[in-house]
Every structure is written in structure tokens, then in C-alpha cells.
């Protein structure tokens, strides 16, 4: 059984800066593979970065430059810092696993096929 629960969500001013963290329970070492999604009211659940095993990261191009993707060394807890964000980045953020985030960019990602989801973590940008 996989948990993956989302914490760190907060209303913030434009150019500021959060840090979204991931407690990951029960998923296997070898397909480790990772990911965050964020879904805007009214829009589609789209990805923001993925990372696997091997550390090897993708993001969409959007927050490339601003947000990174970030993992412990025990790969229990996975990261992802947001700096200089923007009205736009606001959306409620998931954290995900499933093989198929692997060896796909984000951006490639087909999104229903994603197994395991977290409860989400509100993410709130002002002007």
C-alpha cells in the first residue's frame, strides 16, 4: 500500500517562495519513480517535475529556472522548492508515483495512468 501524504501549501505574495514536501510510505526503492502535478480551478491536472531513482529531474517549462525537485537520501520524503512564484502557479499541488514517470519528460506524462496520488497542498499566489 502507498501513502503519500503533501504538506508545506501556503498563500504567499508574488516572488515569494515555498517548499512543498512529500512523505512517501510503501513504495518500492527499484521503481522509484516520482513526480509533482498541480491542478488549477477549472483546468487540467498538468505535471510539474518528476524524478526517478537515478536523481535524473524534468520539469515543464514553465517553472523551469524556479522550482526544483528534490529527494532525502532515504527517498522517504521528496521536495519540491518553488522560488519566485507567481499568481499563476496557484493550484492545488499532488505528489504522485508510478512507474510510468520515469522515462517520460513530465510534460509526457498521461496523467489518468498515474497510480498513486497524495490528498493535494493548496498553493496560493498573490499579485
Known amino acids: 500500500q502507498v501513502l503519500l501524504v503533501e504538506s508545506g501549501g501556503a498563500s504567499v505574495q508574488a516572488g515569494g517562495s515555498l517548499r512543498l514536501s512529500c512523505s512517501v510510505f510503501?513504495?518500492?526503492?527499484?521503481?522509484?519513480?516520482m513526480g509533482w502535478f498541480r491542478q488549477a480551478p477549472g483546468k487540467q491536472r498538468e505535471g510539474v517535475a518528476s524524478?526517478?531513482?537515478?536523481?535524473?529531474?524534468t520539469y515543464v517549462d514553465s517553472v523551469k529556472g524556479r522550482f526544483v525537485i528534490s529527494q532525502d537520501n532515504n527517498k522517504i520524503t521528496l521536495y519540491l522548492q518553488m522560488n519566485n512564484l507567481k499568481p499563476e502557479d496557484t493550484a492545488m499541488y499532488y505528489c504522485a508515483a508510478d512507474p510510468t514517470l520515469c522515462p517520460s519528460s513530465i510534460s509526457s506524462v498521461y496523467v489518468p495512468g498515474i497510480r498513486h496520488w497524495g490528498q493535494g497542498t493548496q498553493v496560493t499566489v498573490s499579485s
Open positions: 524524478m526517478d531513482a537515478t536523481g535524473r529531474e
Open positions: 510503501g513504495y518500492q526503492y527499484a521503481t522509484y519513480c
